[in-house]
């Protein structure tokens, strides 16, 4: 069974950067799209990059031009540099693959932005 663990999150003041990384069991990362989501208290799971198998990436504008996706398949590992973060991007962080696969939720890292 694949487990995916993420890590990298914090206490960090507006303005400030971040970088997530997730590391999984299994090698999912070198054969699908993977991505990165985020829940915000009292909201939905939403997600905030994708990166496919070609290096193709999408952001919604929430996050656009603040946060990158990248990956490593050799160390079967996806990133999530955090820029110029806001106090609306509080959330516990999660990744999966795109779409995500309901088995691979791990327990996130939580990224709280405040002052």
């Known amino acids: 069974q694949v487990q995916v663990v993420e890590s990298g999150g914090g206490l960090v003041q507006p303005g400030g950067s971040l970088r997530l990384s997730c590391a999984a069991s299994?090698?999912?990362?070198?054969?699908?799209?993977m991505g990165w989501y985020r829940q915000a208290p009292g909201k939905q799971r939403a997600l905030v990059a994708r990166?496919?198998?070609?290096?193709?990436?999408y952001y919604p504008d929430s996050v656009k031009g603040r946060f990158t996706i990248s990956r490593d398949g050799a160390k079967n590992t996806v990133y999530l540099q955090m820029n110029s973060l806001k106090p609306e991007d509080t959330a516990v962080y999660y990744c999966n693959e795109f779409p995500p696969r309901t088995s691979y939720w791990g327990q996130g890292t939580q990224v709280t932005v405040s002052s």
């Open positions: 990166i496919t198998i070609g290096g193709d990436t």
């Open positions: 299994g090698s999912i990362f070198s054969v699908y799209s």
